[in-house]
Structure formats: C-alpha cells, structure tokens
C-alpha cells in the first residue's frame, strides 16, 4: 500500500506543477481535467501525509521503549503506543477505502427512469410519490432537475417519467436507487381501509459523452406526435412531441417536454445514449457477479430494494437491513443517510474481496 501511496504523491506534485506553466490555461479542457485529478488525489495525499506523522511518532516512541531507562519516559511512551496504534489502524482503514477504483461514471449527470410496476392505478400514484421525492433531493443538493418525458396515472402520478439530474456526483449518489421500491399503505381508491403492496420500478443511468457511444443515425426511427398532458403549459398544438426507436436492439424513448421537436429530439437521443451505454454496463456486471455476488448493487433491476410501510412509518432497505421510523422525512428528500451507508457497504464488500 505504501508503495501505492507514494506512486499518487509524486503523481500529485507533478500535476500541481503542470497546473502552474505558463501555457497551462490555453488550453481549458485540459486545465479543468488537471483540477480536477489534482483535487481527487489531494484527499489522498493529504491522509497519507497524517499517516506518516503517526508511523514516525510510533517508531519514535518505540526506540525510547528500546533505548530509555528512565521509568517516567517509558510510560509516557507506552501511552502514547496506546493512543497512536488505534489511529494508525483508523487512518489505513480510510486509506484502503480511498485506494479503491472509483466508478469512472460516479462524478457524471444521472439520468432517473421511473415506472409504475405490481398495484394497478396505487402503482401510478406511488411512481408519482417517488418522483417528487426525488426532486426534492435534488433540491437539497442543489442539483439542476429537468422533466425529460412522461405518461401520466389515469388516477394520478406516472405510469412512466423520466427526469435529469445535473450536478457534480449526481449519478454516484443515485445509482443505489436502481431496483423495486415497494410501498404498504391503504390506497386512496380502497374503500375497506385495507393496506395494500404495490411497487414502482427505479432506473438510474450516467449521462454519457458522445464519444462514448457511437449511434448510426441509419438505425434510429423517428416519430413525431402531439404532447399529452393534463391542460394549461402542457397542452402543445403542434407536432413537438418525439419518439426515436433504435432498430438493433428495439429500445423506444420519448420526450415531450420542450416546445420544439428539434430539442425533444436531442433530449432524447441522450437518454437512448445513456440506455444503449447501461446496457453494456449491466453485461460487465453481470460478468462480475458470475465470479462475485455484490449485496448492495448487482445491476439487477428486479431485486426489491426498499419498502416504504407507511402505517407504521417505517423505510427499510433490504440490501442493508437498515430501517428508519421518519418516512415522511424521507419522502420530502432525505434520502443521504440510506446513501452514504450503502456506499459504505459497497466498499466494505469490494475491500474483504480485494476489488
């Protein structure tokens, strides 16, 4: 690990002093990805730095266990052994967690994909429950939040939505969302009080670059239509509305958002880019957990996920048995605590099997 440390140290200083050269801003792009590298290894570096004080300050206090007589020093010694071992141990195991390869798609724009799954028009309404949850969140990390498309419940909420997320981290923080999300609750259309289960399905994909996906525009069928809605902004008089059908692998995509049928199509062909780019994504997980079962994130969206029992006010996620009693907090946005605790079992998962 140590020799690891040292690799990102001296790559670090080299970046910091490509950084300052004179011609070093010409070139912007370049500048923003040196900054950016720069930023990611100084968290590393600077750990490193506060575990190598402690290495020095514990070899010290051992050559005067080594060499001290004098019986004072010896236990000031040995208390501080005491109180640098469990640091020391501390700072590796942050270490290990910072060595791990980061997803390369983690920093990119997320692209949300919510569908109405098991419980009739209740199935709609928690789809659309969901989706404000969403947003909310987004708010809360001061996200750019974008409706891309969707077909609305005929009693309320989404049988399908799609929405962006723009903002830096965005799709590192989501993509634990992907699965089936199951609500318990009595439905609005029950006239028995009965608590009834029903589910929505939850897709989040990176945003990709061009280069990274390449679509023949030979193999894209394009159809225009008339934006449906429920009156007022979303009632559009013209042909704006557009679906794209990607011949090779039959996935359709809509939007209808936007006024113009020109933008309706590029927001489209990026969502088709991003669905095409997780495809290939979910064939190398897949690949992975042939040889490696992941708990927290296998890329099997038909894995339930996570039960929202609002009688008893109660959030669990199942990869993690985690429970909170504040459901009403967690439908407004607050979804940071279940997040950061699934990023930790991913890592704790992928360090006991050396990934």
Not at 17 to 27: I, N, T, V, Y
Request: glycine share 6%; hydrophobic share 35%.
């Amino acid at each position: 690990m140590i020799d690891k440390l040292l690799e990102i140290k001296t790559r670090f200083e080299e970046v910091g002093r490509l950084m300052l050269e004179p011609d070093a801003m010409q070139d912007m792009k370049e500048y923003a990805r040196l900054s950016k590298e720069y930023k990611e290894l100084e968290r590393i570096v600077v750990k490193y730095e506060e575990y190598a004080l402690v290495l020095g300050n514990i070899e010290s206090a051992k050559n005067v266990l080594r060499e001290e007589k004098d019986p004072d020093f010896r236990e000031m010694a040995k208390a501080e052994l005491d109180e640098l071992d469990p640091k020391k141990q501390s700072l590796e195991d942050d270490l290990k967690t910072l060595l791990i390869p980061k997803d390369p798609n983690d920093d990119k724009n997320a692209i949300l994909e919510l569908r109405a799954g098991t419980g009739g028009d209740e199935a709609g309404i928690f789809a659309g429950d969901l989706f404000r949850m969403y947003q909310r969140f987004a708010e809360r990390m001061n996200w750019h939040f974008e409706l891309l498309s969707y077909s609305e419940g005929s009693s309320g909420g989404y049988k399908e939505v799609v929405c962006m997320m723009s903002g830096y981290g965005a799709y590192g923080k989501l993509k634990y969302e992907s699965g089936v999300h199951r609500v318990q609750r009595v439905p609005l259309t029950e006239s028995q009080g009965r608590v009834h289960t029903s589910a929505a399905t939850v897709a989040v994909l990176p945003e990709v670059e061009d280069v990274a996906i390449d679509i023949d525009l030979k193999d894209i069928q394009k159809d225009v239509f008339r934006a449906s809605g429920a009156g007022g902004q979303h009632v559009n008089k013209t042909e704006s509305a557009v679906r794209i059908t990607h011949t090779p692998t039959g996935l359709v995509v809509e939007c209808q958002d936007e006024r113009s049928q020109i933008k309706n199509y590029e927001r489209a062909l990026k969502v088709l880019k991003s669905r095409l780019y997780d495809l290939e994504m979910q064939k190398q997980t897949a690949a992975v957990s042939a040889a490696r079962k992941t708990m927290v994130k296998t890329g099997d969206r038909s894995e339930k996920i996570r039960t929202y029992n609002y009688p008893q006010s109660r959030v669990t996620d199942h990869r993690i048995n985690m429970s909170v009693h504040n459901l009403p907090t967690v439908m407004d946005g607050d979804l940071l605590e279940f997040i950061e605790q699934l990023s930790i079992a991913e890592n704790a998962e992928r360090l006991k099997d050396g990934v």
